[in-house]
Nanobody, 113 residues
């Protein structure tokens, strides 16, 4: 199993970013996927989940309405669209399978003016 995140960067408050996670080594559309983030101040925090066919999505309360998880099973890729970013969204964002037993290396998002 390999999960490779990309798309992080330094942005100003109020900006948007789209994170991508390319998956390989397993039957992608058979498994739910998750985004989890880690920041020094808050520790590890679950962000969002999506089921295998993409019909069902779930969000942590503080991200609901600002973040959108999606997936393209033809490309074995899961995305996290992040809008209206805030400084408190600064974190290392990880892609994982829904059972959280396989993780990517993370992509850093920094929101700062």
């Amino acid at each position: 199993v390999q999960l490779v995140e990309s798309g992080g960067g330094l942005v100003q408050p109020g900006s948007s970013l789209r994170l991508s996670c390319a998956a390989s080594g397993f039957t992608f559309d058979a498994f739910g996927m998750a985004w989890v983030r880690h920041s020094p101040g808050k520790g590890l925090e679950w962000v969002s989940n999506i089921n295998g066919d993409g019909r069902y999505t779930f969000y942590a309360g503080s991200m609901k309405g600002r973040f959108t998880i999606s997936r393209d099973n033809a490309k074995n890729t899961v995305y996290l669209q992040m809008n209206s970013l805030k400084p408190e969204d600064t974190a290392l964002y990880y892609c994982a399978n829904a059972d959280l037993d396989h993780w990517g290396q993370g992509t850093l998002v920094t929101v700062s003016s």
